[in-house]
């Protein structure tokens, strides 16, 4: 059986639709499947809706999340409960064609365990919103290995794959990077992505600025390298720097250097601000992760109605 995770935050106007089109190509298809939405504490109606479908549709589950945790959270609370043999990820908004999926579950059959949907095209994105996405990925890819050009969240994993990422201890997750962090045999398929459906992005930039710094620190060191560089380009100067005043003082040449000392100042502190801010941000990572705090909380599971006043994080402290 298939899993198809679908994290849902605001999508009132997306879920039916989206629900309806997903299984109207898995049943042209014939594929066995379940579509698990995760609402991720929207303000709107999409839980109602989703609780609705479940209801009408055995096929059809939701999980709710008591407050807005973020798309990563509802990733991993979808992998962490589905029960197909394999998954695969894709958003509500109809962005990451589903009519890839079937092709998508025919490379499974092949032996592929990880199938990634890699964008061919960006949509319909700002210029801004491109560069910042660009230079993102290249800072990812150069320090950390993981090639995430046109990389999106759109994905078919088999259940290895799927257990090794719930077996994950740590909560500052990354899906898109994780899921080739983890290895196992990985088939690419190219897709153009679709303008929205409905509704508007969920991304605010500052929002996306914290996921990308976010991101960074969790997967590389590389800021941490930057100072330490920078730092020894400084020392160099500041040798170069000195040196030269020293000649100039017996020399009997020494001028008022004040701009000199100014400029050393002004610069090495700066260094130094910018040295502890990087190991601050490496530091607050350190604190998030060791509070062991859950990646999300789970107040409904359409699955299990009877003890729905339940909270449940069964050992999801993930
Ligand atoms: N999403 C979510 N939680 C959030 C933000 C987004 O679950 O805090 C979901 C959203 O419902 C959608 C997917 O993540 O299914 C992608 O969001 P969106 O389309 O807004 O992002 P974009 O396509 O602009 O990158
Ligand atoms: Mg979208």
């Known amino acids: 059986m298939l899993s198809v995770i679908i994290p849902a935050y605001n ?72 029960t197909g043999d394999c998954a695969v990820v894709i958003d509500c908004d109809l962005q990451h064609p589903p009519e890839l999926i079937p092709q998508m579950v025919e490379l499974h059959a092949q032996g592929y365990e990880v199938v990634e949907a890699v964008k061919s095209s960006r949509g319909k994105e700002s210029l801004a919103y491109k560069m910042f996405a660009k230079g993102f990925y290249k800072i990812m890819e150069k320090s950390s290995d993981v090639d995430l050009d046109g990389a999106s969240d759109f994905k078919l994993m088999d259940r290895k794959v799927i257990n090794a990422l719930n077996e994950l201890p740590e909560r500052i997750t990354f899906f898109r990077a994780l899921s080739s962090w983890v290895g196992f045999k990985t088939a690419k398929i190219e897709f153009q992505v679709a303008p929205r459906n409905a509704g508007t992005s969920k991304w605010k930039y500052r929002k996306l600025v914290k996921f990308a710094l976010n991101n960074i620190t969790s997967f590389t060191n590389f800021p941490m390298q930057i100072v330490t560089g920078l730092g020894v380009i400084f020392l160099v100067f500041a040798v170069v720097l000195g040196v030269q005043s020293l000649v100039r003082f017996f020399s009997g040449t020494a001028q008022e250097g004040f701009t000199t000392v100014y400029l050393v100042i002004l610069l090495s502190s700066s260094m130094i601000m910018i040295g502890l801010g990087v190991i601050g941000y490496y530091m607050s990572k350190i604190y998030e992760e060791i509070k062991f705090r859950p990646r999300y909380i789970i107040s409904v599971d359409t699955k299990d109605k009877e003890r729905k006043d339940k909270i449940r994080t069964d050992g999801e402290n993930g």
């Open 11 to 82: 999508e009132q106007d997306n879920v039916e639709n989206t629900a309806k089109v997903i299984s109207g190509i898995l049943k042209e298809a014939g594929i066995k499947y379940e579509l698990i939405f995760v609402d991720d504490g929207s303000s709107d109606n999409t839980w109602q809706i989703i609780n609705n479908l479940a209801d009408r549709d055995i096929s059809v589950r939701g999980l709710r999340f008591s407050r807005n945790f973020g798309k990563e959270g509802a990733i991993f609370a979808g992998l962490r409960r589905c």
